[in-house]
């Protein structure tokens, strides 16, 4: 069952090297300025387990992962974010701001690493108690210029999905075009946003896509 709280809850996802990060920084920036209470979270990550579970899964000198393990330990990690901090967030009628949610799990390990995805719809929903977000918007670009842009920033915060040898482009490809068609699935929540231009066009194009939750 799809729940919805008096809150907004709006995620970004989007391939590596999109820019949701900072992107999701700048519209909390923008909300907060509206007067809103806002929570500005991500995944996996958010809470104290969800830490943990970031470093198990993106460390780049793990070994032993596969689609499915991957899947169920984000998504461990996401029950505890779900109860924890967005629920008690949208009770308050706050807006919830995540870099990535549970659509992740289904452009990385379904469309990319072959899991179910029927299977991980049931993983997500039990998780999250099938709690969707009000507005998803896709931040988009050629795989080939994210993978490049992560890679030419610090090794030490490249995950396992972007190291190079880890995954290679046509892992990337796959996932990328899941994004395309979790949105297409759902024109009603989600909104695409060209994130090959500059920040500041980014960030007016997102606000653009979210715009008409706060009567702009």
């Known amino acids: 069952m799809t729940t919805r709280s008096s809150g907004l809850f709006i995620t970004l996802e989007g391939p590596d090297g999109a820019g949701k990060s900072s992107q999701a920084a700048l519209l909390a920036e923008r909300v907060r300025g509206l007067g809103r209470d806002v929570v500005l979270t991500r995944e ?4 104290e387990l969800g830490e943990k579970v970031r470093l198990l899964l993106l460390e780049t000198s793990g070994t032993g992962h596969d689609g499915l393990s991957d899947a169920l330990l984000f998504n461990a990690a996401r029950r505890r974010h779900t109860i924890e901090v967005i629920r008690p967030a949208l009770e308050r009628r706050a807006v919830v701001i995540c870099d ?13 690493d072959g899991v179910s995805l029927d299977l991980l719809r049931v993983i997500t ?3 999250t ?3 969707v977000p ?6 988009d670009l050629p795989v080939a210029e994210g993978l490049a842009r992560r890679r030419s920033g610090a090794s030490t915060e490249l995950t396992r999905f972007e190291a190079a040898g880890e995954h290679d482009q046509a892992f990337h490809e796959r996932v ?11 024109a009603v929540r989600w909104r695409v946003v060209d994130g090959s231009r500059d920040r500041d066009t980014v960030a007016a194009a997102i606000w653009a896509a979210v715009a008409d939750l706060f009567g702009a």
């Open 125 to 127: 929903g039990a998780a």
């Open 176 to 186: 990328r075009a899941g994004f395309f068609e979790l949105a297409a699935m759902d």
């Open 44 to 47: 996996p990550g958010g809470t």
């Open 129 to 131: 108690d099938g709690l």
């Open 100 to 112: 990535r949610y549970s659509d992740s799990t289904l452009a990385y390990q379904g469309y990319g």
């Open 134 to 139: 009000t507005r998803t918007v896709l931040v």
